[in-house]
């Protein structure tokens, strides 16, 4: 039988590496995993100071009862080069910062005490995608996802890849195809496979078995009745529990999966064949001062964040294969992906192209269960052709998985289309400030950027970002600008039926290297800032849901009379997905404000928009003049279903201290946001006053306990290192404490 234990404690933890001591312990610091080696300020630092070796130890004891058994360490996760070493013996290198690998210890253990010893080198090696050249993104060093020990019997089921081939006939069926692991080489005569189908309930759907003889198994179970698909609003989960049974013994594992069928056309993209228009952001996997290495709960709430604050349908892990865990959120909740290989502009030697081909490989077979993937991207982001590399990636790409398509993300317009789907990173938007031939474009057409004369699918992967940089504590008519960009090219892409959607750039600002961002070592082109506080432009996405899915009323103002030139709040954008919005302020009369569809014609739904023309001569807050109160209601089908106030004076009354949760497991993070509000609950947009924050119980604080509010509010992380209650205070000099209590709870949770 198949166990997996947590092997994430007890680690110690050294700066250098001594090649000498693999096989002893040196002092160093005690970690748990996943781990960043360097923790980094929040901004202003020297990334280069995680670029050194470092290195990981753990002593366990191996048990009499794994005797000629299958022992590996299975690593989700290290940064950016590692090498393995059991009692002073190197078992495994991978030279790869996103993908999982294992170290085969079966042949090394000792009776007793037993030590592994992980190398791992941040450096930025040439040698290793996507590193070469200039990067916009950080790739902070360390083993930052989870390690599990494995202990199979001799013979185990390696990795298996499921298919739904007629998801959409009446009779389902699924084929299974498992790589079988013999490493000892052991007799397979008599071996079989089993295969159980249970949807989420348990509920058993189908099963079969068939004999296996060599290191695959192929294996379908046809007819199956009473099968839901898997769609972003009802996203129908089922598990396939394999059985081998072999001379050596019995192996279980189970894959979770879904019946669905996607397709990119020249009519867009498809979900179990109904056109949906992707909407969507990139994610880059980072947070604040611990970088990558926050562990299950925050990789699942950033993908909770993108389906239900953002309401996107898609979202692109730019620019490498992301957690296993935000994935499997993605599975869990309807929210579709683009997964892509690492990469970034540069492409290098051919050694550095067969390393990226391997990636292909590593990525697709890691992934090809998640039924949120729908298409990879098998190209280095904004790379220039090459053809013989990116055939050598479409070939591997297409012989692995040919239910998906794949793609490659490019700025270059005429680049070479191996692909199935042609992905464009547009950044036409802001060309005309210094291209003054071009009007304002929101995306260019299809056949300008592909240079060829026929239509082919097509998606925009990108677009904004450096074109637009907007922090979140940026004045309101540079975040109303913000917002406009973004609705201009959502608006275009769901105008033209021959874009499949619009990825934008990006969910969440991002540290990175000196020679972007605004010098901080943040690209603050997110929609949200790193602790995902959402800017304005957040709602920009979230008001095309629904209003069955959530209401959204968003003025885009801070409602103070001298914040904008010449005073005033007009124009006025109302992000909402309300039917239409009545302003109420001071003696004017109440106004009724449709969205704006004539500005705005393809948006599910369109923005209210308020101009100086709708108040001739008694414009809000003309300089000099008075100020007043204001009450935003919106409608729906003629009832008021929401409504936002402002007032006109301000003032710091309430420290506010929100949890994620309030109930997690130990070994978990959480993250909390404080902010500071006015009287009737609005964030002060200009408050930067420091508060303090102070943790009891059993819980370790990321980054500094002393911090600045930016723009009103400030987040931070506690990861929980124990069973216990957890007791969080935050001061603030004038609003005195407040305080969040988190029930921590005993037990790791597994898969
Ligand atoms: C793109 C790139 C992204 C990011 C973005 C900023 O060129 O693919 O990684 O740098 O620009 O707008």
């Not at 300008?448 to 004045?475: A, C, R, S």
């Not at 959530?550 to 801070?558: E, S």
């Not at 102070?694 to 009103?712: F, Q, T």
């Not at 992380?717 to 969040?740: K, M």
Request: proline share 6%; charged share 20%; aromatic share 10%.
């Amino acid at each position: 039988m198949r166990t997996l234990f947590p092997f994430n404690d007890g680690w110690i933890f050294t700066p250098g590496f001594n090649g000498t001591a693999t096989d002893a312990v040196v002092d160093g610091t005690p970690v748990t995993l996943p781990h960043n080696a360097v923790d980094l300020p929040f901004a202003y630092f020297d990334e280069k100071s995680y670029c050194q070796e470092f290195t990981y130890q753990k002593r366990f004891v191996a048990d009499s009862s794994w005797a000629g058994k299958e022992v590996s360490l299975v690593f989700d996760g290290a940064m950016a080069d590692s090498v393995v070493y059991i009692n002073g013996q190197q078992v495994v290198a991978h030279p790869d910062g996103y993908t999982p690998f294992e170290a085969r210890l079966t042949t090394h253990l000792h009776a007793g005490e037993n030590i592994i010893t992980v190398k791992i080198d941040g450096s930025e090696n040439p040698a290793i995608p996507p590193f070469g050249a200039r990067l916009d993104y950080l790739t902070y060093a360390g083993i930052y996802r989870e390690v599990w020990l494995r202990v199979t019997d001799a013979v185990y089921i390696e990795n298996c890849k499921i298919e739904t081939p007629n998801a959409l006939a009446d009779l389902k069926s699924v084929t299974l195809t498992a790589d079988i692991a013999n490493p000892q080489a052991l007799d397979l005569t008599n071996s079989q496979l089993e295969i159980v189908l249970r949807d989420a309930n348990g509920q058993e759907k189908g099963r079969t078995q068939a004999a296996v003889s060599g290191t695959q198994a192929h294996i379908a179970l046809e007819g199956l009745q009473d099968i839901e698909l898997w769609d972003i609003d009802n996203p129908a989960l089922y598990i396939l529990t394999l059985t081998l049974t072999t001379p050596a013994g019995v192996d279980e594992t189970a894959i979770r999966f879904g019946f669905r069928t996607v397709e990119f056309t020249l009519d867009g993209f498809s979900l179990n064949g109904r056109i949906i228009k992707l909407r969507g952001l990139n994610r880059h996997q980072s947070f604040p001062y611990i970088g990558y290495a926050l562990g299950r709960a925050a990789q699942e709430r950033d993908a909770d964040i993108l389906k239900y604050e953002l309401k996107l349908n898609i979202a692109r892990t730019s620019h490498y294969p992301q957690s296993r865990w935000f994935l499997d959120r993605c599975d869990e909740i309807g929210l579709l992906v683009f997964e892509e290989i690492p990469g970034w502009q540069h492409i290098g030697n051919v050694a550095w192209q067969k390393a990226s081909v391997e990636n292909v490989r590593q990525m697709i077979r890691r992934d090809w269960n998640h039924p949120s993937i729908v298409i990879w991207g098998v190209r280095i982001n904004e790379s220039k052709d090459n053809h013989d590399f990116y055939e050598e990636t479409n070939r591997v790409a297409r012989a692995l998985d040919s239910t998906r398509a794949i793609s490659g993300v490019r700025c270059i317009p005429e680049s070479e289309l191996l692909e199935d789907v042609y992905s464009m990173n547009d950044f036409i938007l802001g060309m005309e400030e210094i291209d003054g031939n071009r009007p304002r474009t929101a995306l260019r057409p299809q056949k300008e950027v592909t240079g060829l004369n026929k239509l082919v699918p097509y998606l925009i992967t990108e677009f904004n970002g450096h074109m637009f940089p907007t922090k979140i504590y940026d004045h309101e008519q540079r975040q109303a600008e913000h917002v406009l960009r973004h609705l201009e090219v959502l608006d275009a892409a769901y105008g033209d039926p021959q874009v499949a959607g619009a990825i934008g750039w990006c969910a969440f600002d991002y540290n990175t290297h000196k020679d972007f961002g605004s010098g901080d070592r943040i690209c603050h082109h997110g929609v949200m800032d790193m602790f995902r506080e959402p800017k304005f432009a957040a709602y920009a996405y979230a008001s095309q849901c629904e209003p069955s899915e959530g209401v959204i009323l968003k003025p885009v103002t801070f409602w103070t009379r001298g914040e904008r030139n010449h005073g005033g709040v007009l124009p006025l954008i109302i992000l909402t997905n309300c039917d239409e919005v009545v302003l109420e302020s001071g003696s004017l009369p109440p106004r009724h404000f449709a969205p704006d569809r004539k500005r705005f014609p393809h948006l599910p739904h369109a923005p209210v928009m308020i101009y100086r023309e709708d108040y001739p001569g008694q414009e809000f807050g003309h300089w000099g003049m008075g100020w007043q109160d204001v009450v935003f209601t919106g409608y729906v089908d003629g009832k008021p279903v929401t409504e936002v106030r402002f007032v006109a004076n301000p003032v710091a009354s309430q420290l506010e201290l929100v949890a994620d949760n309030q109930q997690i497991v130990a070994g978990d993070c959480v993250r909390l946001m404080a902010r500071i509000l006015d009287q009737v609950g609005n964030k002060l947009p200009y408050m930067f006053e420091p508060v303090s924050i102070n943790i009891d119980g059993p819980a370790e604080l990321v980054g500094p306990s002393n911090v600045s509010l930016s723009a009103g509010a400030v987040g931070f992380w506690l990861i929980a290192r124990g069973p216990g209650d957890i007791v969080v205070n935050v001061s603030h000099a004038r609003l005195g404490t407040t305080q969040v209590k988190i029930a921590s709870t005993a037990g790791e949770r597994h898969e």
